[in-house]
């Protein structure tokens, strides 16, 4: 029953959407006040039935109820309640309802937040919130709906694919859908924008935040997928520049872009169109990322396997989206118009010209993750492209934009003095070269890569801390104190900023100074790995809920004291017949130490994987800081103001 | 200089700049470029010799050899009409099984062994990877149902 009404409430959200969509922009064509009335309420119903739907379909799994296709395929009976409530998004159909649920959420979100807005502008957000609202709604009712019965019902569940059954699967679609889809906000802001012919600073000033709290969730929710292959494919890789990983990190680069210009916008009624454009793409590519995760063109943890009628769909509705996007683009954005003038030397170009880097960067990325697509699609072979072809073009194509980053807080805008700039920076600049040329020295190793990422993160650092220091300068207070009071924006600049530097630091030493080793080992062996001792004292077995596992115990000692006892395992997952590697990791500030078990080889030996992997957790933490400076960004007033004036614009 | 000058020569900066580093990225893209090819097709000597390449196919029942005191194993990648020898040393993924499907990355030997650096094995019992779905479809011996996939790099060799 419950399952039946939960299929009953994602008809009404489809019926209701199409009121949104239907009601509110024709409402805002014809300037009926009522009809766009009606189009919000619509908006609010459709997320009521869409989180009705959601709650059924996690009812469903929560009670075991096996003759649910979806809930059979799965889950079982022996996973553990949040792994059972997590299967919710472990398939292709569940994950196609949390978009949808995202989406409707920020449609929610946008109805109760946007009254200050004129009504016309917001009720076209609206609108075209609900076309895609449409396209998701019909694609899971007509192609992958979750509700489908299985009769007769199964007795159990196929369980969940083990690789899932982590924690991390608790948190990390849920976060980065919230980031894919609120870009949606960004898009309908877009369109209404395009459709009315006008883009004041104000608008503009309102999508920043909604765009900042969509890229904060898109960087958290990057983070963690890559935390969690980190440590549970087994093997230490913390990126693989994987195509699926590659549709997240395309609109984050966008994104990233987005926020960027939209505080030009903001500030100097500057880059309109750019803005928008930004905007679609941004969009866009979280429809590309979800149409090349789940059309089942890609081979990944993530693609599940699908019939090609809903890939075509996904195609179609993609096309559709940005097609229409570009050709309403095309057509009115001459009425937009390109807004404020600026320097060649300015903060405005600055930011531009990284703008367009993001682009670049967006680009290339892009070539590597579509090209094989294309082959293979097209039958002329299988190809691949590997992690080198990524990193030997993205690192020449972000430097630059590195370097800028840290002139473009110290110029002005619309018109700044490069000769001056350059000798505000020469200290920072000279510090930054000596001590990446000689930091590398000092820890043993030096490469040319090792320098420049050590550069670029010294250049960051050194640059963001003259420009604090020269604002604190004109503040009375003490330092701390006069901290506390700057912009909470200007913080936040900072605090990101400063999180790339983090990042890069984490990448650096990683990439340049990680150790590696595997070797086969037998109980009472001791291996020395980077300095550190590793003693395998042995292995036993240990019954889980539904998994077996031999689990090693290995002692770690550096110089004879102890550092640290890991417990790598091995897991057999009874349902699937699924091995699992479980990796051990030591986590430090400055070092992971990380073991994980291969096979049995011969009698008692095992095959041992060891890292020492140097820095490793300085990237995500640059992540978090990222996205703690988004944060702090938003809690500056001036977002919160009511700006009177616009609503009476509005209403006139 | 006339500011329409500057002008022309900022553009004229601009496009160069662009031009260099469109050659630079796609020079990168070509020699990163990894071709797929089956047992057949390297029996045929079609397959390079010295560059990096992908194959394959099943892991040859009963060819897995473990060595004594190492990591290296041996075993036999067929696509069902032919067959040929790969080496690996280190770990071998959790789901590799000899009569399963398996793609490997490495280089052939002078000797016709394949030195493989980087193997890759499916993510769940159900599917197979699409390059060794392809090499036996090729090889005319695939049942349909298992040509999709789930695989993610899980061993390589730095």
Avoid at chain 1, 471 to 486: N, Q
Avoid at chain 1, 583 to 589: L, P, Q
Avoid at chain 2, 39 to 61: K, Y
Avoid at chain 2, 107 to 127: P, Q, S
């Amino acid at each position: 029953m419950i399952p039946e009404l939960g299929h009953f409430a994602l008809i009404l959200a489809l019926l209701l959407s199409v009121a949104q969509a239907g009601f509110a922009l024709t409402g805002a064509a014809g300037g009926n006040s009522a009809f766009m009335t009606v189009g919000i309420s619509a908006a609010r119903g459709q997320f009521i039935f869409t989180g009705i739907a959601f709650l059924c379909l996690g009812y469903a799994f929560y009670a075991n109820d096996f003759s649910v296709l979806y809930v059979a395929s799965n889950s079982n009976s022996a996973l553990p309640l949040q792994y059972r409530l997590s299967a919710v998004w472990g398939g292709h159909e569940g994950s196609m309802l949390l978009w949808t649920t995202t989406l409707a959420l920020w449609t929610m979100a946008v109805t109760i937040f946007s009254r200050h807005l004129p009504e016309v502008f917001r009720a076209r957000l609206i609108g075209t919130m609900g076309l895609i609202s449409i396209g998701f709604l019909a694609f899971i009712l007509f192609s992958s709906n979750p509700f489908d019965r299985l009769i007769p019902a199964a007795l159990d569940g196929r369980d969940l694919n083990p690789l899932l059954q982590d924690p991390g699967m608790v948190y990390h679609p849920p976060v980065l859908y919230m980031g894919y889809v609120g870009f949606s906000v960004a898009f309908g802001f877009a369109i209404a924008a395009l459709l009315g012919g006008e883009l004041t600073q104000e608008w503009a000033r309102w999508t920043r935040t909604w765009t900042t709290v969509a890229w904060m969730f898109l960087t958290v929710g990057i983070a963690f997928g890559s935390k969690w292959a980190y440590y549970e494919l087994g093997w230490g890789g913390w990126w693989f520049w994987d195509a699926v990983e590659n549709a997240s990190f395309m609109p984050w680069l966008v994104g990233t872009a987005l926020i960027h210009s939209l505080a030009v916008t903001e500030k100097r009624d500057a880059f309109k169109l750019w803005t928008v454009l930004l905007a679609i793409l941004a969009f866009s590519l979280s429809l590309l990322g979800t149409f090349l995760v789940r059309s089942g063109v890609l081979t990944s943890v993530h693609a599940f396997a699908t019939d090609p009628r809903r890939g075509l769909f996904i195609l179609v509705f993609l096309g559709l989206v940005v097609g229409g996007a570009l050709i309403l683009f095309a057509i009115r954005a001459p009425r937009v118009g390109l807004g404020g003038k600026f320097g060649m030397v300015s903060r405005e170009s600055f930011l531009l010209t990284n703008n367009v880097i993001m682009i670049a960067a967006a680009g290339v990325v892009m070539l590597g993750t579509l090209y094989p697509l294309f082959l293979d699609a097209l039958g002329m072979g299988k190809i691949s492209v590997g992690p080198p072809y990524f990193d030997t073009v993205f690192v020449p194509v972000m430097v630059p934009a590195i370097f800028l980053m840290g002139l473009a807080i110290f110029a002005r805008w619309k018109n700044a003095e490069l000769p001056a700039l350059m000798l505000r920076l020469k200290w920072a600049f000279a510090i930054s070269v000596v001590t990446a040329l000689l930091l590398p020295f000092v820890m043993g190793k030096w490469t040319p890569l090792i320098a420049l990422g050590l550069l670029m993160a010294l250049w960051i650092v050194t640059t963001a801390m003259v420009n604090l220091s020269d604002r604190l300068k004109k503040r009375e207070a003490g330092r701390l104190k006069s901290f506390i009071g700057l912009p909470r924006a200007y913080q936040g600049m900072i605090v990101a900023h400063l999180g790339v530097a983090v990042f890069i630091v984490g990448v650096t030493m990683v990439k340049g100074y990680e150790v590696e080793k595997d070797m086969r080992m037998s109980p009472g062996d001791t291996a020395n790995v980077g300095g550190y001792d590793f003693h395998f004292d042995g292995i036993k077995e240990e019954p889980g809920p539904n998994y077996m596992a031999a689990r090693g115990h290995f002692t770690i000692t550096r110089n004879g004291s102890p550092v640290a006892v890991m417990e790598p395992e091995k897991r057999m997952y009874t349902v699937q017949s699924m091995p699992m590697t479980e990796a051990a990791i030591s986590e430090g500030f400055t070092n992971d130490l990380y073991v994980s078990l291969g096979e049995p080889v011969g009698e008692q030996a095992w095959a041992v994987r060891i890292y020492i992997k140097p820095f490793v957790q300085w990237i995500w933490a640059g992540c978090m800081m990222m996205a703690a400076g988004g944060f702090l960004a938003l809690l500056d007033p001036r977002y919160r103001r009511r700006n009177k004036k616009t609503m009476e614009e509005g209403a006139a | 200089m006339k500011s329409r000058h500057k002008r022309f020569a900022l553009i004229g900066f601009g496009l160069v700049a662009i031009g260099i580093a469109a050659a630079l990225v796609l020079n990168a893209f070509r020699s990163n470029l990894v071709f797929f090819y089956t047992p057949t097709q390297v029996a045929n000597h079609e397959a390079p010799t010295g560059t990096s390449f992908r194959i394959g196919g099943l892991v040859e029942q009963g060819s897995l050899k473990r060595a004594e005191n190492s990591l290296d194993a041996h075993f036999f990648v067929t696509d069902t009409a032919k067959r040929m020898e790969v080496v690996y040393s280190g770990i071998l993924p959790d789901l590799f099984k000899e009569g399963k499907g398996v793609v490997a990355q490495g280089k052939l030997g002078e000797d016709g062994i394949f030195r493989a650096d980087t193997v890759l094995a499916k993510h769940d019992e159900n599917y197979m990877p699409p390059e060794a779905a392809e090499a036996l479809k090729q090889a005319g011996a695939l049942n349909e149902k298992t040509g999709k996939t789930l695989v993610t790099p899980q061993s390589t060799k730095q």
